[in-house]
Structure formats: structure tokens, C-alpha cells
């Protein structure tokens, strides 16, 4: 369904930025709008209570061990019996005609002059106050044994309630219950436990444009990662997710869906539509469904400012903003704590480290900033790189190991800054090998191949400039770059620094692209292809970003001419590739690899050398031998070429 954009935009915008509350402001007013309350609690099986929080102190109802018990295999004796006993002068003892087992009540006494044969975990019987191993005695004849050593009184013997006393707190309210408290649970006699109920939360996506996972792909369509992703968090928080679907951005339909949400539900979390545009409608049906409705729209976070937080009714209603990062952030910073604490479940302990940042951070004044970074190992401490390519990237999560906050009241870290960084895992495991620079489909097949073998790599893509940057800072082995230098006319070497030296790579070709079956490019040379571009005035091209080794190759091509299209400048190639193929560009230039993958023509233009900047001094390390034996090795060098990589440098 096709909406009309909104009447007015400037009052659009304008409504939007009235009303935003600092994080602090915005977090106090909900929790005060949901708290106190009691924490939902229900009994539960010990079979069935794994991952459940304990919703009160369990006291032991009796003492472990139940009774006073035999460590070892070997006799229960009095230790007074055994006060003279020596290797020279052992002492004889009359066995009492029972064997204790375990589980078996002792029937005869140990008196004076006597002792009874006992298993480990068997109960002491009355009369004795110590254990001898049976290595330490001896058999003699009719039924007695020597014992050549003395006994301290309790020698190996457990006494009742040493492990655990009948009355202590053995668990307290609020522990997660893993195996190890089961244990503890079982070992008390206890079956049954109280724990916090956990919280029924509805997950929807909002969006005409959403597709679910597996579904192909419509035109402008986006995949729906918020709903696996809130899902996913839930449940990593202790709750109970509920995913509804995707929903269009359709009023009606979206607010049945959102009552009968809210009817079986503790909690209902939205994503998308918070903005407040024309097609976002979730904010205005929240007023309809209870009170008091909206705490807080717009909130001074980045990324995450749409956030909307409501309660209604006494259950807690958040929308989060669409792009994906921007929900995990906003979920896990404003949206967890009070779920754990409404479940009774202790506040998120994330690890923290500090790192070193190696280059500013800027930041906007008046917004708390949530800034991914990546960790390397620099010369003095971890160094943390931002990977954040924007608040629409996805990637970042994975590359990142963890986040930067920057408070409102800064505008930028400056370079050199000591932060804590607050891990996204419980530990931080730092690459064997680090290769920051610019990337390749290339590198990942010899990545992939160490990490076969065993040795964990980091790539990091901020392109070669970035790279080489980041390897005379010695925060990398290894930094991949492509840069030409059009006075030398070569590829790389020029760029190099002391403590670095070359290591060839592979050669890309960079080649004109165009859709299959266009007259003006196919079976034509390079510069008959550019002839017929710049003669068809419909004829629309994509260009390169400043700065990219492609872009000079296009400039040198065009001259001086500025075809429509110049200004579409692209960060990568395959950006340029879809740009062809989606039809919103008739030609550009990228690498052959790309192309291929793409389905696009390809015209041949000139091989690009991608090669790395080896940091001297980190030459000999293990996963850098690594590195250099995979790069030259004759499987990489055919699985480089299948992938459309050549290594042999044909064009010197
Ligand atoms: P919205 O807040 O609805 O204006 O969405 C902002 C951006 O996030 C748009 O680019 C949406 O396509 C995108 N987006 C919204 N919901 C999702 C989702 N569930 N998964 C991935 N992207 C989304
Ligand atoms: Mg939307």
C-alpha cells in the first residue's frame, strides 16, 4: 500500500524533537511508571527449573551429611584404642562381626579393644570417633587386625551438617539456577522451588517493507532482523519470547494485533515506526490501549533516539527504532534492566576493559552515543578501533567485541583517550593474527583457511589508508592496500614506511560493467564503451568514492567529461555492482570477482595489485608464518583463481 508523504515536513520534524528526555530522565520515568510491583512467582519441579531465578532464600531443611560419615574404606575405631600404636608396636583390635555399607545403619557398637569394618560414605557407629584406612592395618588371624599407627580423633570422618548445616541459606533470591544449584537443591532433599515466573514478552516487527528469513526477497524489500534479534535477547535475559510477525504499517490491523498482544502478555515490544513520519502509526495506537501511555518519545541516545516507551495498564509497551543496531542498543540499555528487575532477576553484569582509542571519536553533544569497537593488541594495551559504519549497519555487531559509551556531555574522545570498553561476550579473546586495512573476498579465503588451522584472525576493513595508519601504530601484523600512484605508475610499494615491507598479494582485475545485452557496451573495448556512455545522454553511470584506487582508474577514463551520474559515489564494489543490476546505473567499474557474482557484462580495464604491508618486526611470529605459508600455498593460489584472483603478475 502506497502512502502519501506527510502534508508538512518541517512540523513533522519539529513535533518529533520536543519532547526528548535525557537516557537518565526518560529511564527514571519508566521505571517509576512500573515499579514497585510484586515479582510474579510460581513453584516449580527441580527438573524444571533450570535457568529460572530463585524467587526467595532456600534454607536447608536438614544437614548434609545427615549423619557423622567414613571418608575411606578401612575401620571405625576409638582413637584412644590406637594412642600407643607404632610400626614396631602395633596394636591389635577384635573386628565386630558386621561390615558397614553404605546406606546401612550400623547394629553393633564400637567398644573398647574393637573395631567394625566401614565403606566409604558409611555411617559411623556409635562408640567410634575415627577411620583407619585399611592400607594402614593388617589382617591376623581369628577375625582381628594390627594397626601399626595412631589415629587424631575425626580422622576421616565427615560430621553431620559440615557441608551443609540444617537452617543455612543455601541459595538466595535471585540466582539463576544452573546444574550446580540443582545439585545443591537435590542434595538438600528439595523438589520443588519458588522461582520468579518469567515474563511473557510479545516481539512484532513493523514495516511494509519486512520479509521474514527464508522468504525470498521482494523488490525494496529488507529482511526482519529486529524480531529474531529482540527475540533472541529476551530469552538471553530470562524471558520468554513470543515473536507475533511482521506487521504492515497499516493502523487498523496493527492495533488488534497489539491488544490481543497485550491481553496474553506481560511485556510487548514493537520495532520500526516510532519515527514520527507519515507511514508510523505504532506510537499513536499506544495512547488508545491504557494508561498512562507514552512516558517517553525521543530520547537522547544514538544511535536510538525514535525510542518510545509506554506503559499501559501496568505493562510496559516499547517501540524501538527500526535499524537493527539501534533496537539492540536501545533494548539492551533502557529495556533489559527493567524486565530483569520486574522477572526478580539480578541487574546484566557486562565485562568491562579498558583500551586505548587510536584515533578520535567524534560525537554529537546532548546524546548519550553508543560507539562498537573492535580490540587489538597494540603496543602498550588494547587498542579499540569504532566500527560503526552507522546506525543501519549490521555488521558491526559482529566485528565489534564490544561498545564505547559516550556521555552526553561530550562532543568527542580525543585520540589516545584510555576508555572502558564494555564487552559484548564475558571474555575477550584476542586474535592471533590481526589484519586491518582494506578488504577482499580474496582475503577471506585465506583467513578461512587459518582459521582451520586453528589460529584465530581479526580483519578489520577501514580501508588501506587506514591500514597503513594502523601498522606503523603496530596494532596490526598485517595491513591489505591497493593504493596507485600515478606518478610512479606502480601499485603500493611507494606507500610504505619504515618498519614495513611488501608482501604481494594477488591482482584484482577492474573491468567496466554492464547488464548482459546493453548494444552499447557489449563486445566493445574499454574506451568504445565510454564513447557510446558519454554519447547517450540517458546513459546513466555510477561512480567511486574519492579517494578508492577504482576512482582514478574512472577519472582517467573520463577525462575531463562529467556524465550523469558522476556524483553517485559509492564506498565499495559491490555497491556499484548493485547499482547496475537494480538498474539505477547503466555502468561503472569494479572488480572482476564482483562482477561475476553479480551477473554483470565485464569489460577488462586494468589489473589492480592488492598487496600487504607486512609490519617488520612482526615477521616472525607464528600466525604471520601462518599467513604467508596459506597466501603462497598452491591450494590458495587455485582457490584464489577460481574466486577470479590471479596471483602471477602478468602486467609488469
Ligand atoms: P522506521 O523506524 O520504521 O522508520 O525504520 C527505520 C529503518 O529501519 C528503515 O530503514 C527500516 O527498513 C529499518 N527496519 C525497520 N524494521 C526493521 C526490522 N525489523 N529489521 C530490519 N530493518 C528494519
Ligand atoms: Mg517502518
Request: contains cysteine.
Amino acid at each position: 500500500m502506497m502512502k502519501s508523504p506527510p502534508a508538512n515536513p518541517q512540523s513533522t520534524a519539529q513535533k518529533q524533537f520536543l519532547t526528548i528526555l535525557s537516557r537518565e530522565e526518560a529511564l527514571a520515568r519508566f521505571e517509576d511508571a512500573l515499579f514497585p510491583r510484586p515479582v510474579p512467582v510460581e513453584e516449580r519441579e527441580l527438573s524444571e527449573a533450570l535457568g529460572f531465578a530463585l524467587a526467595q532464600d532456600v534454607t536447608a531443611p536438614g544437614d548434609v551429611p545427615p549423619f557423622d560419615r567414613s571418608n575411606v574404606d578401612g575401620f571405625a575405631v576409638r582413637a584412644a584404642d590406637l594412642a600407643a600404636a607404632s610400626e614396631l608396636h602395633p596394636v591389635r583390635l577384635r573386628l565386630n562381626a558386621e561390615t558397614i555399607a553404605c546406606g546401612h545403619s550400623p547394629q553393633l557398637s564400637v567398644l573398647p579393644g574393637t573395631a567394625t569394618a566401614i565403606a566409604t560414605g558409611g555411617p559411623l557407629p556409635r562408640g567410634a570417633d575415627a577411620i583407619v584406612m585399611v592400607e594402614h592395618t593388617q589382617p591376623v588371624e581369628a577375625g582381628d587386625i594390627e594397626v601399626g599407627r595412631a589415629v587424631s580423633p575425626g580422622q576421616f570422618v565427615s560430621g553431620a551438617g559440615s557441608d551443609i548445616a540444617r537452617g543455612e541459606v543455601v541459595l538466595r533470591a535471585g540466582a539463576i539456577i544452573g546444574a550446580r544449584e540443582i545439585g545443591m537443591l537435590a542434595a538438600c532433599g528439595t523438589a520443588r522451588v519458588k522461582v520468579a515466573s518469567k515474563l511473557r514478552v510479545a516481539v512484532l516487527s513493523t514495516g511494509d517493507e519486512l520479509v521474514q528469513p527464508g522468504k525470498p526477497l521482494r523488490p525494496a524489500g529488507i529482511y526482519d532482523a529486529n524480531g529474531p534479534i529482540i527475540c533472541a535477547a529476551v530469552t538471553e535475559n530470562g524471558g520468554e519470547a513470543d515473536f507475533l510477525g511482521a506487521f504492515a504499517d497499516d493502523e487498523a490491523r496493527l492495533e488488534k494485533a497489539m491488544r490481543q498482544a497485550l491481553a496474553s502478555h506481560d511485556v510487548l515490544v514493537l520495532s520500526g515506526g516510532t519515527s514520527k513520519g507519515a507511514g508510523d502509526v505504532s506510537y499513536r495506537i499506544i495512547e488508545r490501549l491504557g494508561k498512562p501511555g507514552i512516558i517517553a518519545h525521543g530520547v537522547a541516545l544514538k544511535p536510538g533516539k525514535p525510542l518510545c516507551l509506554a506503559v499501559c495498564d501496568g505493562k510496559p509497551v516499547v517501540i524501538l527504532p527500526g535499524f537493527p543496531t539501534s533496537a539492540m542498543f536501545t533494548f539492551h540499555d533502557m529495556v533489559v534492566p527493567v524486565l530483569r528487575r520486574m522477572a526478580g532477576l539480578p541487574p546484566r553484569v557486562d565485562a568491562q576493559l579498558d583500551a586505548q582509542l587510536p584515533l578520535r571519536v567524534a560525537s554529537e553533544l546532548g546524546r548519550t552515543e553508543f560507539v562498537m569497537v573492535s580490540l587489538v593488541q597494540g603496543r602498550d594495551g588494547l587498542a579499540a578501533y569504532a566500527t560503526g559504519k552507522g546506525s543501519g549497519a549490521i555488521t558491526s555487531f559482529t566485528q565489534a567485541d564490544g561498545f564505547v559509551r559516550i556521555e552526553a556531555l561530550s562532543d568527542h574522545l580525543p585520540a589516545g583517550s584510555k576508555v572502558p570498553v564494555t564487552l559484548f561476550t564475558p571474555q575477550l579473546r584476542v586474535p592471533d593474527l590481526v589484519v586491518i586495512g582494506s578488504h577482499c573476498t580474496g582475503l577471506d579465503l585465506v583467513m578461512s583457511q587459518l582459521s582451520r588451522q586453528g589460529i584465530s584472525v581479526r580483519s578489520l576493513a577501514v580501508g588501506s589508508l587506514g591500514g597503513l595508519a594502523a601498522a606503523k601504530r603496530g596494532e596490526c601484523d598485517l595491513a591489505p592496500i591497493h593504493l596507485f600512484d600515478p606518478k610512479t605508475q606502480t601499485y603500493n610499494a611507494p606507500f610504505l614506511g619504515e618498519g614495513l615491507e611488501l608482501v604481494s598479494g594477488w591482482r584484482r582485475m577492474q573491468g567496466l560493467v554492464f547488464r548482459p545485452g546493453d548494444a552499447r557496451f557489449e563486445r566493445r573495448s574499454v574506451e568504445q564503451a565510454v564513447q557510446a556512455a558519454l554519447a547517450d545522454p540517458e546513459c546513466l553511470m555510477v561512480n567511486r568514492n574519492q579517494g578508492a584506487g577504482t576512482r582514478i582508474l574512472i577519472d582517467q577514463l573520463l577525462g575531463s567529461a562529467r556524465p550523469d551520474g558522476y556524483w553517485n559515489q559509492p564506498r565499495s564494489h559491490n555497491a556499484v555492482a548493485a547499482a547496475v543490476v537494480q538498474n539505477r546505473a547503466d555502468w561503472g567499474v569494479t572488480i572482476e570477482p564482483v562482477a561475476r557474482a553479480a551477473g554483470l557484462g565485464f569489460i577488462p580495464l586494468m589489473q589492480e595489485h592488492y598487496d600487504f604491508a607486512l609490519v617488520s618486526q612482526r615477521g616472525e611470529r607464528p600466525a604471520v608464518l601462518a599467513f604467508l605459508a596459506a597466501l603462497r600455498s598452491p591450494d590458495m593460489e587455485q582457490a584464489l583463481q577460481r574466486a577470479g584472483f590471479s596471483r602471477s603478475p602478468d602486467d609488469e
